[in-house]
């Protein structure tokens, strides 16, 4: 199981500290993502953390996100800064079963959380 929590309405340019918390630990078995979904459009993958902790980011999100884990492996981060009003959505963490690459879509991701929505003003 998978929770979210940290968002909020922030005014652009703010910054926001998203977190997900583990009910068991995510070890180094499972691949672990953030996803967004913005009012009326698909939900998209934003960043994704491997089981040997590298970070991947979606093209159009490289350089904007930061993606990390605790050192206990069971808190997910995202961390961003300089938010944009085209930035409001409900944002996600997803996990899987690492079975040699880990999923860039929605479909490759069995667990997810309930969401946390962000909104930016402008």
């Known amino acids: 199981q998978l929770v979210e929590s940290g968002g909020g309405s922030v005014q652009s340019g703010g910054s926001l500290r998203l977190s997900c918390a583990a009910s068991e630990y995510f070890g180094n078995r499972y691949c672990l993502a953030w996803f967004r979904q913005a009012p009326g459009k698909e939900r998209e993958e934003v960043a994704r953390?491997?089981?040997?902790?590298?970070?991947n980011y979606a093209a159009s999100m490289k350089g904007r996100f930061t993606i990390t884990k605790d050192g206990a492996g069971m808190m997910l981060y995202l961390q961003r800064n300089d938010l944009k009003p085209e930035e409001t959505a409900t944002y996600f963490c997803a996990a899987e079963e690492n079975l040699g690459y880990c999923p860039r879509t929605t479909g490759g991701y069995a667990v997810w959380g309930q969401g946390t929505q962000v909104t930016i003003s402008s």
């Open positions: 953390l491997d089981p040997i902790d590298k970070p």
